[in-house]
DNA sequence: CATGAATGAGGCTTCATTCAT
DNA sequence: GATGAATGAAGCCTCATTCAT
């Protein structure tokens, strides 16, 4: 009974990765469902079982980069106590995570351009929880004053453009001495020291 | 001769700016030639008098923003000395831009998508003549030393993500306020004052 | 072995009325295999197991059609003995059936469509019996003279529209004083009086 | 400038009749947009350029034929006097135009299946016109008294039946004499004598 | 007997590009 | 120069049918 589930689940799955790597590589409009269906190893109308058209499994593939990417952050820094010391483990597990998963990471950065309402949806999520954990350490007296919003996606423009320039364009994660350059200049830039 | 010259011109001109207004509201592969070409007010082969074809034009246009945000850029800060300065300048200059030609700037945000190499293209020459500025600065002592290629991507993700929030999501300018926040986080990021 | 017939009859029963039902309602290229089997309660490869192909058990729903028609018909006239009566009667009994079988009434007129030979045949059949009949009745002088393979259509045409027009464009079967009309102009159109 | 106009005209109307020849012969469901656009002689894109979809030509077709046939008979008719020869002068013409345009006029039936407003639509506007010409008919006392409506709808079932064998199992006209039996059968129907 | 996952042919439609006027 | 009719390749999706369990 859970074999026959299984062997389900392994056809969806397969094509999920056929699809996040497509995507990834070639984005949305340069990839063609049965160039997926091949990747994946199945027929054509073999994807139209698990998904309900391209569409679908691109916003599939976005929410599920959401999920993976709060859920490998938030692992990261829950047991912290510092902002400073959150701020270098979530910008060291950001960076870790597109370098092992650049497909899943391109696709969001096109999501604007697939799908506008889940484009912006993505990033107003992540910024709303970013500042929350800012407004906190703005209580607590961690970080500097300022517009918290503004801050937060002061941040992400960071990691975005390092993530984007070292996975893509280097096709690598930063080194540690580049890391260090990024670090001193968040935390400069967040604490004053 | 020079009358027929500029009548063309005129057309090429006309069809640019379609395809500029489009292409941003739309995204290139939303945007077919035929409602360029409407928008323009040209007939449908006319098109291809002026423009090899629809991806010639996306570049034209790439290649367009990348000369007037430079140029734009470079007169604001040119004349100024300090680096402190230079970057309030310069980030203003930049978000003004941004809001002033959306469909431009979107434009370019779309670039990896449509075409890997002219998207890449933009953001490292982009980076490196940030990138000359800071090693300037620098030596002069003027800012925190590191990775100069690092620091530059760090601004450029600052930048491009405030103009993206600012403009695709609130579609106006930051405020003072905000403005005031995003040029602390920086210069003491930079500067570490 | 009787019950195992018994329960294969059943499944077989059940498809035939789900099938009944969608291409009444839907039309035969509006329904899919899926969607009988669904409605029928059964697995989708058991609807193969019941019938070769799509077109199959179309056919076989109008053979039935056919058949219960004729039956119910044949039943209500073959006592009587004056072609008066019977036509009366025979046009009542193919109102009421249509009335209660709308779906399968739809079937057939869709069935050139879907099958030029089975719509024809289905035709002919019929008409060939009306004429049959109505040669008896003009041998008897009980009604005028004149080509009875003619005669036959225009009264299944009248059959028909009236049946066409009462169920499906009204949903109701014909009234009392609609009836009268009809049978008035019958037949003072056969019997002349 | 009128030329042009009659190069895209003539386009529109080879396709119309490729389109008419194949659902009328096949059906709506068993032509596709590119056999019609083989047999009109063009490209295959060429069908989208005059017509929106298979759909948008077959609702076309219906309409045209709805045109073509109560112009055709009302032409017949409008100059008579006497319901009797409208009558005959009607079904005439009738015939002959099925005979005429049997592709045409089997579009029209299968339009139900196809398109269920279209369809009803159709049925219900001759209905009305008929039933119309019989009330006035009724008040001079040209024909028998009974519900209108009832008798529009007889009439069509029979024009109906007989066009349908006569052009379609038969692929002729009737004869003088089937057609003096149709109008017997009718006549005494509607007038008594 | 029963199931439903898998298949792929086939249909509709779009659109970048060409070409004759 | 300018036009827009014509083209056909390519994409998305549906669905009848098969087959392994």
Redesign the pocket.
Known sequence: MD??KK??D???EKILRAAEQLFGQKGF???????I?QKA????????????????IYKELVRYLNHMLRYTIHKEISRLESRKEMEKAGFAAFFKFVHRHPHLYRIVLESDEVNKRIGKWYYKKIAERYQQGLEMAMKKGEIREGDPKMIAYCLMGVAHMIGNYCVFYEEREPTEKEFETVMQFILYGLVGH
């Open positions: 074999r026959l062997g389900s392994r056809t969806r409009y340069n990839t063609s469902v049965m160039e269906a190893g199945v027929g054509y109308g073999t994807f139209y079982l698990y998904f309900k058209s391209k569409d679908d």
